[in-house]
């Protein structure tokens, strides 16, 4: 064997053996971390029997109903949602649900077909009485939020949009590598990617209530001080949430039928007398017709209306009081969203 091809030979083996040790290292602190992580992770709110699996819910405040719903892959919608929650429950009861997959909700093997998450959060809604309610959601919730609305007229009074989702958005028939994420999980390149990406919360700013708890951006109280929305336990809390729900099965599940789940809503919205109220990204560089297509979306109603707001899709860390305040004035002036 000529000297350069064994050269290259045993380069190639050695890069192979550092890959292999490394990838075997990244799978090792993975499961042990993850076993820590379990036990430090708090519960929160409580849960309801949804088709025989416990589905975790937070009910917060007293008034009329407000569901919210989160985003596609929100590691924890109750820590997530907590800053707008808390100013939204100062005259609301506020009902966060955390589907299947999500936050300490158990996970499932039941297809993630718009069908089957709506009808799923609905039977959690039912377990709590909760019958008449403005239904809140953020991203893909504006999905599902149609099919709700449609599938329970009866129940759902007005929907407000917090950059959600709408049929016909560009990139929604994009097939993910869901197997390959699956493994990238199991080896630990998950940890690891979030480790260095960070959990994108440092420019959430707002004011922190004196308990700490990083839940109370929106409380108007005379002990209000400026600081950081997320306090630095919650935001462990979230991280380790994600480190446990990103790229489960159910997640990975979910993922695999957003290009269908976006097919069958093509054309599909909301009824139209139902009341809209979209919270919208002002300028989104990577779709310039999103704002246009929430004008489309409301204009189809007999009563929309769109607040473009200058953020990124995530409005609720950064604009929870402007958007409670928004939502109560507009209230005031649609008395069947009560």
């Known amino acids: 064997m000529k000297k350069p091809v064994k050269r290259l030979l045993l380069s190639v083996t050695a890069v192979g053996a550092v890959l292999a040790v490394g990838l075997a290292t990244t799978t090792v602190?993975?499961?042990?971390?993850?076993?820590?992580?379990?036990?430090?992770?708090?519960?929160?709110?409580q849960t309801v029997t949804v088709d025989g699996r416990q589905m975790n819910v937070q009910v917060t405040g007293d008034g009329p109903d407000v569901v919210l719903l989160p985003g596609f892959g929100t590691a924890s919608p109750v820590l997530d949602f907590g800053p707008l929650v808390t100013d939204l429950a100062e005259d609301h009861r506020v009902v966060v649900v955390e589907p299947f997959g999500y936050g300490l909700s158990d996970g499932t093997d039941v297809p993630r077909t718009t069908e089957n998450i709506v009808s799923e959060v609905h039977e959690a809604l039912q377990a709590l009485d909760v019958d008449r309610y403005v239904l809140m959601g953020h991203s893909i919730a504006g999905l599902y939020g149609i099919e709700y609305a449609t599938r329970y007229p009866d129940e759902v009074t007005a929907f407000v949009g917090i950059d959600s989702s709408v049929p016909g958005q560009p990139g929604m028939d994009t097939q993910f590598p869901t197997g390959l994420m699956g493994a990238a999980k199991s080896l630990g390149l998950v940890r690891v990617l979030s480790a260095v990406a960070g959990d994108g919360l440092d420019g959430a700013q707002g004011t922190e209530g004196s308990d700490g708890t990083g839940a109370s951006a929106g409380s108007r109280g005379s002990d209000a001080t400026d600081g950081p929305v997320y306090s630095d336990h919650v935001r462990e809390q979230m991280r380790m949430l994600s480190n446990k729900n990103s790229l489960s099965s159910t997640y990975r599940d979910e993922m695999a039928h957003i290009p269908a789940n976006f097919e069958r809503a093509l054309g599909s919205t909301f009824p139209t007398d139902l009341p809209l109220l979209l919270f919208v990204v002002a300028h989104n560089e990577k779709n310039p017709d999103w704002l246009p297509l929430h004008e489309q979306q409301a204009a189809e109603a007999d009563d929309g209306t769109v607040v473009p707001l200058d953020g990124e899709h995530y409005l609720h860390h950064t604009h929870a009081p402007e958007i409670a305040d928004t939502f109560r004035t507009w209230e005031a002036t649609h008395p069947a969203a009560d």
């Open 29 to 45: 602190v993975n499961a042990v971390a993850t076993g820590r992580e379990k036990d430090r992770i708090e519960s929160y709110g």
